[in-house]
């Protein structure tokens, strides 16, 4: 019914600089909340930073001031500008869309997730 396809992930050297992009397709009426959540090697799940329909924004604490989350409602894309990367940041990054695929029905949506290697 949705599909969520992020890109932009890759190597960058501490200190660098990439964006995200995620885009969502499908049978969507609305989508609500969109974000950006993380997992490293034998780590949980984590959130990165998420946005509202509205732009208000929520990060995670290590990565306030670095990272930035942005979209664009038309495009049904979401993005995350990432500043001062650190080796900690190296993870799979996954998209995740709270979208509603009528006027009452919604669900959480998945990318496949999108791997940033940030290097010392």
């Known amino acids: 019914q949705v599909q969520l396809v992020e890109s932009g992930g890759g190597l960058v050297q501490a200190g660098g600089s990439l964006t995200l992009s995620c885009a969502a397709s499908?049978?969507?009426?609305?989508?609500?909340?969109m974000g950006w959540y993380r997992q490293a090697p034998g780590k949980q799940r984590e959130l990165v930073a998420t946005?509202?329909?509205?732009?208000?924004?929520n990060y995670a604490d290590s990565v306030k001031g670095r990272f930035t989350i942005s979209r664009d409602n038309a495009k049904n894309t979401v993005y995350l500008q990432m500043n001062s990367l650190e080796p900690e940041d190296t993870a799979v990054y996954l998209c995740?869309?709270?979208?509603?695929?009528?006027?009452?029905?919604?669900?959480?949506?998945w990318g496949q997730g999108t791997q940033l290697t940030v290097s010392s």
């Open positions: 499908g049978r969507i009426f609305r989508i609500n909340i």
């Open positions: 946005s509202t329909r509205g732009g208000s924004t």
């Open positions: 995740n869309a709270n979208v509603y695929t009528s006027p009452i029905a919604s669900g959480d949506y």
